[in-house]
Each structure stands twice: as C-alpha cells, then as structure tokens.
C-alpha cells in the first residue's frame, strides 16, 4: 500500500524489496535410510475385474455368434435364388422349344382336314363371304385433334385468370 501512491507520472516505477518476494530455502536434511522389513503379501484376486472379463468376452461372442449368423442366412438365401434362377431359365428354354415344337406342327391342311372331317365345317362359298371395311386410324388426325384440346384447355385458363 506504501508505493501504491507514490508514483508520479513520467517517472520509473519503484523498486521492491526483493527480499519480501524471495521464498526461503530450507535447508535439506539426509535422513538415514531405514531398513524396512519385508512383508509377505497375499495376492489378492479382484473378483470385479475377471467378472467383467467374462462378461466382455461372453458379449463379444454373442456379437460375432449373430454377426456370422447373418452371412450365413445371407448364403442360403443366395444360394436357393440362384437354385430357382437355374429353374427359371430352364423353364424359359423348355417354353421356347415347345413353341417352336407347336408352330412346326401347324399345318394349315391339317387344320383344314380336321375341320372338315371333325367338326363338319365346310369352306364358305362367293356369296356367302361378306366384305368389310375396317377403316384405319390416322394417327395424324389423333394429334391435330389433341392439339386443339389442348390449346382449348390453356384458353380456357387464360379467360378464367382475365388474361387473354
């Protein structure tokens, strides 16, 4: 508190006592060792810890149990789809064979043969035969008329909102 006043400005800062900061050594006494006697201890085995152990490893085993439980449902389920993948494309080339099978046995005269014979059909004459006119579509009138639609659709827009 003494030098908290008594500083005027522009001059150097006062100086402390050094000796008030300076801590004081203690002097460092040798003490004689002592011998110590040597004492048989029993190790103890903390329960605690090897319960963990046991724990830890039992969770780990459970962990990598599931985890190889996966990949192995994961290969039998691959393995019965690519079972009935074989299956399916056998079928495929079962069902083209029987198709290419059926139009080679087609024959027009048989057809005609059994109807005849069968079915007791008979080819129809001149002027039973009736001609018809199926007219095809143009495709082009489609659009044009789509298009109309559509712009009456945005003009119908239009005139709701008051623009046009």
């Given amino acids: 508190m003494k030098y908290r006043n008594s500083y005027i400005y522009g001059s150097a800062a ?6 008030q900061h300076r801590p004081e ?16 201890t029993e190790i103890e085995v903390e329960v605690l810890p090897v319960a963990q152990m ?9 962990i990598f149990s599931t985890i190889i439980y996966r990949y192995s449902t ?13 299956e ?22 048989n057809i005609r043969r059994v109807a005849e014979e069968r079915l007791n059909m008979k080819m129809p004459d001149n ?3 009736i001609p018809v006119k199926v007219p095809k579509v143009n495709y082009s009138t489609l659009s044009i008329v789509e298009q109309e639609e559509e712009q009456i659709n945005l003009k119908s827009i239009l005139l709701f909102f008051g623009i046009e």
């Fill in 25 to 40: 050594r203690q002097a460092k006494t040798r003490r004689n060792p002592t011998h110590k006697k040597a004492v048989i």
């Fill in 127 to 129: 002027y039973q035969k």
């Fill in 74 to 86: 994961i290969t039998e389920m691959n393995c019965l789809l690519s079972a009935l993948n074989e």
């Fill in 88 to 109: 399916y494309e056998t079928l495929k080339d079962d069902n083209r064979k029987l198709q290419v099978s059926i139009g080679s046995r087609i024959n027009q005269e």
């Fill in 14 to 19: 006062p100086k402390l006592d050094e000796q």
């Fill in 54 to 62: 046991i724990i830890c490893i039992l969770i780990a085993f459970a």
